[in-house]
């Protein structure tokens, strides 16, 4: 099995839209697909990729026969390139909703057999050509030490309200999330959310921005911030919060599960792949519930396998938000995939201004 190790991150890739959306879609002959005994997936490398070999891609390939060539993620644009050229070499995208949402516009996947899924079992169901399969929780951190209850921001209110709950921030320097928290700040309804109130958000964060202490580009660096005392409170993911917990992680934070964003990561095969039959052999097998359990519980993510909670430890249980919390929002995967280069344009001037 190929192992690759890249430091791919999901707003990397985001990024890699405004290439493709240069150029028109026109798609090339594809070659033949042969019958193998492998695919190629496209993912995301380093200790994503590890955690993913073990627990999924190995067990795949003892049960199955077909073995995983795992490659780190390349941007929409490479991919875009093969379907052009008609040489497409990869078999499947693990990618972010957004990405799995824009490249379904531009037709880059193959149809979905509904009949693959359990769809009662889901909580997000497949769309027509790609298929959540994680899901990561987005909320506020803090040292539990520095600020027992009630000393800190539960919810996005609280962590805009800078009377109540003075201190230092760090905030991810990227729009989509941020954005959202804003509103929901300012009493913006999850159903009103979209499409978004772009410069009523940027007012709300007005308000915050001078005692925002960093704008955090690398996922763990609002986690080092917290652990170094460098910031009072973090708007982070809770599988890094639930990672200082354990054995290694430093200083223990704590998490808020009062008010949450959330976004799933998805699998899509591409058009034409070499080994469509054996790819989705392999989206199927990562969708059930004893493989999701398997698998998002040392990432520390939320299965989109209902079912698949109930094998969580009790320890891992106390990490998983509750889905259906009517105050959290799931972020809009066909919005951002409209909308994210005019988007986080609009959020980077912002910053620098």
């Keep these: 099995m190929q192992k690759i190790a890249s430091k791919v991150t999901r707003r990397s890739l985001l990024a890699g839209m405004a290439g493709v959306l240069a150029a028109p879609t026109v798609m090339g002959p594809s070659r033949a697909a042969a ?24 067990p795949f390939t003892e049960e199955t026969g077909i073995q995983v060539n795992v490659v780190p993620a390349p941007d929409l644009a490479k991919i875009k390139a093969q379907l052009l050229m008609g040489n497409v070499e990869w078999d499947i995208y693990d990618t ?11 037709g ?6 509904p009949s693959m899924f359990d769809v009662g079992d889901m909580v997000v169901p497949p769309q027509s050509d790609f298929v959540s399969w994680s899901v990561v929780a987005i909320g506020i951190g803090w040292d539990p030490k520095r600020y027992g209850p009630g000393k800190h921001p539960a919810n996005f209110a609280d962590f805009f309200d800078l009377k109540n709950f003075q201190g230092r921030r760090a905030l991810r320097a990227y729009a989509e999330g941020n954005l959202e928290a804003a509103l929901l700040a300012d009493g913006v309804s999850p159903k009103d959310m979209y499409p978004l109130d772009v410069e009523r958000a940027l007012n709300v964060l007005d308000h915050i921005k001078p005692s925002v202490a960093a704008w955090s580009a690398a996922p763990q660096q609002p986690i080092t911030l917290l652990q170094t005392g460098e910031v009072d409170f973090s708007f982070t993911t809770v599988n890094r919060v639930k990672a200082t917990t354990e054995p290694g992680g430093g200083v223990p934070l704590a998490f808020s599960f009062e008010q949450n964003v959330f976004y799933t990561d998805s ?32 990432f520390g993510f939320i299965p989109v396998s209902k079912n698949a909670k109930s094998m969580f430890s009790d320890e891992s249980s106390k990490w998983l938000p509750d889905l259906n919390n009517p ?27």
Excluded: C, H
Aim: net charge positive; charged share 25%; aromatic share 12%.
């Design 267 to 298: 699998l899509a095969v591409l058009k034409g792949a070499p080994n469509k039959e054996n790819a989705m052999k392999l989206v199927a097998y990562l969708l059930r519930p004893e493989v999701q359990a398997r698998v998002t519980e040392p």
């Design 108 to 113: 880059f996947w193959e149809k979905l057999d």
């Design 35 to 58: 019958k193998s005994e492998s695919l190629t997936l496209i993912s995301y490398g380093g200790s994503y990729q590890d955690i993913l070999v073990k627990y999924a891609l190995t």
């Design 327 to 353: 105050k959290s929002l799931f972020t809009s995967n066909i919005y951002w995939a409209d909308n994210f280069e005019s988007v986080s344009r609009r959020f980077k001037e912002w910053i620098v201004r």
């Design 96 to 106: 972010t909703d957004s990405q799995a949402a824009f490249g379904s516009k531009q």
